[in-house]
C-alpha cells in the first residue's frame, strides 16, 4: 500500500529559502522531502541538492553552492540540517544574503528555535516560507494518527486503536508514523481498510505486551527478585523503552481487569479473551485472569497512572516508579 501525499503543508510556491523549526524531528523530516520533491522535479537530485550538517557547514561552502549556476536543472537547493550553530555563528551574513537572495540557489535550514522576533526570522518570513514543527500534544495525537492513517494510506483506525497505539509507542509523533507506516506495509496485501487493536497488538505491542506479561506473571507469583529481572532487560532493549513500558503494563492490566469482570459473570475461558481483545497468549492472559483479584488489578492500574504522571512531570523516572510497584505488589 504505497503513500498517497505525505501528511504536511505543501508550499503554494517555490521560496529562496525555508526554515523548518521544532522539535518535531520526523515531521521537519517529512516536510523537507516534500520541499525537495517541489524543487527537483524531474531533475537529477544530485544535480540539485546539496546537503550540510549545521555543525560543520561553513558559510563560504553554503554561499559558493547557492550562488552557483544550475547545470541541466533548473535550481539548485542546500538543505542545513540542525542549523542553530550555524545561524548564530553567520546571522549577520545570513542577513545580508536574504536581502539579495539567489535567483536559482535555494536555502533550506532545520533548526530548533528561530525566534520571531529577530531581524533574521522576520526576513526570511518577508521573503520564504518559515513553519513551526513542534511536538504534538497528548490531545492533538489522536486527530493527528487517524488523519496520517487516512491521509496517507486511506486507512481508517478505530478510537480504541489509536488509545492503544500511543500506549504501546508513547507520544512522540515520529515514533507512532513510523508504527502506522508499519501497519500499512503490513496490511497493503489485504483487503481490508481498518485498523483495529488486533493489528496493533500483533504488529507493535506484540514484543511489549510479551515482556510486560512476562513481569507481570512472576509479580503475580510473588516472584520479586525475577521480576525485577525482567523489567531491567525490558527496559534495556531500546532507547524509548522507558516512555512505552508503562504504556504496556497499563494496557494489559486493562485486559486483565476487563478479563476479570467477564470471569466473575461466568462467561467461559473460550470467550473472555477475545472480548477483552487479547489475540495472543490467551492460555496465559487467563491464568492471570483466573489468580489476580479485582481489587489489585484495579490498584495496579491506578499505580500505573501515578507513575506515568511523576515520570512525565519531572517527580520521579519510570525505572524507579515501575521497581517500586512491583515490590509493593508482591508484599
Same mark, same amino acid.
Given at each position: 500500500m504505497a503513500k498517497k501525499t505525505q501528511q504536511a503543508d505543501k508550499p503554494d510556491k517555490i521560496y529562496s529559502v525555508f526554515v523548518?523549526?521544532?522539535?518535531? !524531528?520526523? !515531521?521537519?523530516?517529512?516536510?523537507?522531502?516534500?520541499?525537495?520533491?517541489?524543487?527537483?522535479g524531474d531533475d537529477d537530485p544530485q544535480l540539485v541538492v546539496t546537503s550540510f550538517d549545521g555543525d560543520k557547514a561553513s558559510l563560504p561552502e553554503v554561499l559558493d553552492e547557492l550562488l552557483t549556476f544550475p547545470f541541466l536543472s533548473q535550481y539548485r537547493l542546500v538543505i542545513i540540517s540542525e542549523a542553530d550553530k550555524f545561524i548564530t555563528a553567520n546571522r549577520e551574513k545570513l542577513e545580508a544574503y536574504l536581502e539579495k537572495p539567489s535567483s536559482t540557489g535555494i536555502l533550506l535550514m532545520q533548526v530548533k528555535t528561530f525566534p520571531a522576533t529577530t531581524?533574521?526570522?522576520k526576513k526570511a518570513a518577508q521573503i520564504g516560507w518559515v513553519q513551526k514543527y513542534e511536538e504534538l500534544t497528548a490531545k492533538e495525537l489522536p486527530?493527528? @494518527?487517524?488523519?496520517?492513517?487516512?491521509?496517507?494510506? $486511506?486507512?481508517? @483506525?478505530? $478510537?480504541?486503536?489509536?488509545?492503544?497505539?500511543?500506549?504501546?509507542t508513547g507520544d512522540s509523533a515520529g515514533q507512532l508514523i513510523n508504527e502506522v507506516d508499519k501497519i500499512a506495509a503490513f496490511m497493503s496485501s489485504g483487503s481490508s481498510k481498518e485498523i483495529t487493536e488486533k493489528e496493533i497488538e500483533m504488529l507493535v505491542g506484540n514484543n !511489549?505486551?510479551?515482556?510486560?506479561? $512476562?513481569?507481570?506473571?512472576?509479580?503475580?507469583?510473588g516472584n520479586v527478585g525475577q521480576a525485577l529481572n525482567l523489567l531491567d532487560q525490558m527496559l534495556g532493549k531500546t532507547r524509548d523503552s522507558e516512555f512505552t513500558a508503562v504504556g504496556a503494563f497499563a494496557w494489559y492490566f486493562r485486559k486483565l481487569y476487563s478479563g476479570r469482570l467477564m470471569y466473575a459473570q461466568k462467561l467461559s475461558p473460550y470467550e473472555i479473551p477475545r472480548a477483552a481483545g487479547v489475540w495472543h497468549n490467551q492460555e496465559a492472559f487467563m491464568k492471570l485472569v483466573k489468580a489476580m483479584p479485582g481489587k489489585k488489578i484495579? $490498584?495496579?492500574l491506578q499505580r500505573l497512572t501515578q507513575i506515568d504522571y511523576a515520570s512525565k512531570s519531572g517527580l520521579g523516572t519510570?525505572?524507579?516508579?515501575l521497581e517500586k510497584f512491583i515490590v509493593e505488589f508482591c508484599t
Open positions: 523548518l523549526c521544532g522539535n518535531d !524531528r520526523r !515531521r521537519m523530516v517529512d516536510q523537507t522531502h516534500i520541499i525537495t520533491d517541489m524543487i527537483v531581524k533574521l526570522a486527530d493527528f @494518527i487517524t488523519n496520517y492513517a487516512k491521509n496517507e494510506y $486511506s486507512l481508517k @483506525i478505530k $478510537s480504541d486503536a489509536v488509545s492503544l497505539l500511543i500506549g504501546l !511489549r505486551q510479551y515482556d510486560a506479561f $512476562s513481569v507481570i506473571d512472576a509479580m503475580a507469583n484495579a $490498584s495496579g519510570v525505572k524507579d516508579g
